[in-house]
């Protein structure tokens, strides 16, 4: 079982928009529109951003959003601000019988 | 508000046995839910170890499945890892945190806790 995997960092100024990757499997990001998308701030806990793929809970800014195509799932941010820099985790769900996450290894996102 | 708090030794020697406990305040444990437990080592990203949902399903990451176990105390609305044989790898912040099943998503975390293994 290995990571999902994304690029160690991003960056982008204020205003302009930054796409973060992940990239798994068909056994995970692929099979399932369970991934998801996780913001933390430098020694706070992670706080969830996007659940299936593209949805936002209540409160996340619609500055953010998230995609899939095939075994590649994207992070964007619109509109930067100094507050989104920050690291930023994927994670997927993977197997019907024996349910498991997976998390890829985090991007840190700075903003110029 | 639903709450989470983990605690347990800041410290831990090489292969003793780690255990943490996660109480949950604000909302009432029940054996329909699901809890997790995630750790962080230092620097690095998170590592997802396992889910529980009532006592007796347990599922944890087949890297850490045979030093791993989960328990759950609906009396006390707490929840429990423990890791056996700990090494150095094993020095991580320690996250517990709680499942929706049907999001696959941790809607909600506690702050974490350091846990560093050393002699």
């Known amino acids: 079982q290995s990571a999902l995997t994304q690029p160690p960092s991003a960056s982008g100024s204020p205003g302009q928009s930054v796409t973060i990757s992940c990239t798994g499997t068909?056994?995970?990001?692929?099979?399932?529109?369970?991934v998801s998308w996780y913001q933390q701030h430098p020694g706070k806990a992670p706080k969830f951003l996007i659940y299936e793929v593209t949805k936002r809970p209540s409160g996340v800014p619609d500055r953010f959003s998230g995609s899939k195509s095939g075994n590649t799932a994207s992070l964007t941010v619109s509109g930067l601000q100094a507050e989104d820099e920050a690291d930023y985790y994927c994670?997927?769900?993977?197997?019907?019988?024996?349910?498991?996450?997976?998390f890829g290894g985090g991007t840190k996102l700075t903003v110029l | 508000q639903v709450q989470l708090q983990e605690s347990g030794p800041g410290l831990v020697k090489p292969s003793d046995a780690l255990t943490l406990t996660c109480s949950v305040s604000?909302?009432?444990?029940?054996?329909?839910?699901?809890w997790g437990w995630i750790r962080q080592p230092p620097g690095k990203g998170l590592e997802w170890i396992g889910f529980?949902?009532?006592?007796?399903?347990?599922f944890y990451s087949p890297s850490l499945s045979s030093r791993v176990t989960m328990s759950l105390d609906t009396s006390k609305n707490q929840f429990f890892l423990k890791v056996n044989s700990v090494t150095a790898v094993d020095t991580a912040v320690y996250y517990c945190?709680?499942?929706?099943?049907?999001?696959?998503?941790?809607?909600?975390w506690g702050p974490g806790t350091m846990v560093t293994v050393s002699s």
């Open positions: 529980i949902h009532d006592s007796t399903n347990t």
């Open positions: 068909s056994s995970d990001v692929g099979g399932y529109n369970y």
């Open positions: 945190a709680r499942y929706d099943r049907v999001t696959a998503i941790f809607d909600i």
């Open positions: 994670s997927s769900y993977a197997g019907n019988d024996n349910p498991h996450l997976i």
């Open positions: 604000g909302f009432s444990i029940s054996i329909d839910d699901w």
